[in-house]
């Protein structure tokens, strides 16, 4: 595995150069408008990359793109699209892309998702800002062989999203005027979406989102050693808790309308980590 990672990372470097950014940033389902607002210097579709999973989900697009901020120019990576646990890609698939990112020397990882609201005040079309999660997969990333080139056996979970980043993610917002929420994404493996039970199941155990992915990026993110910041967009109120059936299709649909607000929080965010680097 070690190798393969190698031979990706080798790309990369050789397609990009050899000064890979620091900064990465992962986009979730439907949030892939906000490339159109930064510079876009280079492109790789996944199946272009030496053993990098590719998504089989539609409008998952698959690409890692160098890009660059409009004001400042300094670069980032963004990973536009990601595999999923539910799409039958063992963990060690899922979490390719972010080992790759470690071998590239990437210190700081800034994950995003669509996510059902389990908080029954939070809305289709909110932001919030992750500050913890519950990994719900039954799995770990980490399970089997320890890499020690990218870190130790047993890691740290203690601080999984930076509190200096949560902290500059809600100063961001609170600069742009968009409004926030705060809390803990719990991770399930789908693809079906939660029953009612589950969802005041997981409200019971402290999560307020619930989605299909992120917990084993981040892990292993952690285990790198990298610095995460994660942000969930709400699509939609969890199971049970609107009279409307969940679908794939509305998920979508209010990925859409939000698109604006979250390409405007992101830039912040992006201009804020650049201008440290
Ligand atoms: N549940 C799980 N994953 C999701 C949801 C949901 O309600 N909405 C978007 N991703």
């Given at each position: 595995m070690i190798e393969k990672l190698q031979a990706a990372a080798a790309f990369v470097k050789q397609q990009f150069g050899?000064?890979?950014?620091?900064l990465a940033l992962i986009l979730g389902s439907?949030?892939?408008?906000?490339?159109?607002?930064v510079d876009i210097v280079a492109e790789l579709p996944?199946?272009?990359?030496?053993n990098h999973p590719v998504s089989?989900?539609?409008?998952h697009e698959g690409k890692l793109l160098l890009a660059a901020d409009k004001k400042s120019g300094k670069r980032f990576l963004i990973m536009q699209g990601r595999v999923h646990?539910?799409?039958?890609?063992s963990m060690s698939e899922v979490v390719f892309p972010v080992r790759m990112f470690a071998l590239l020397g990437v210190k700081t990882l800034i994950v995003t998702n669509a996510a059902g609201g389990v908080n029954p005040s939070f809305e289709a079309g909110e932001l919030m800002v992750i500050e913890d999660h519950l990994?719900?997969?039954?799995?770990?990333?980490?399970?089997?062989?320890?890499?020690q080139e990218l870190g130790t056996r047993f890691p740290d979970m203690?601080?999984?999203?930076s509190k200096r980043l949560i902290d500059m993610i809600r100063s961001v917002a609170m600069k742009s005027d968009i409004s926030l929420r705060s809390g803990v994404y719990a991770g399930m493996t789908g693809p079906s979406f939660e029953t009612p039970s589950e969802i005041k199941m997981l409200g019971i155990l402290g999560a307020s989102a619930v989605g299909m992915s992120t917990v084993p990026e981040v892990i292993v993110a952690n285990h790198a050693g990298m610095e995460v910041g994660g942000v969930s967009f709400i699509s939609n109120k969890g199971s049970?808790?609107?009279?409307n059936p969940l679908s794939h299709e509305e998920v979508g649909l209010a990925a859409k309308e939000v698109e604006p607000l979250f390409a405007h929080l992101m830039n912040g965010i992006v201009t804020v980590l650049l201008e440290e680097d």
């Open positions: 050899e000064d890979v950014p620091k439907g949030l892939g408008s906000f490339p159109a607002t996944y199946s272009s990359i030496p089989t989900v539609v409008g646990f539910y799409e039958g890609y990994n719900m997969m039954g799995t770990n990333p980490l399970i089997g062989v320890n890499f203690s601080i999984p999203y049970g808790l609107s009279d």
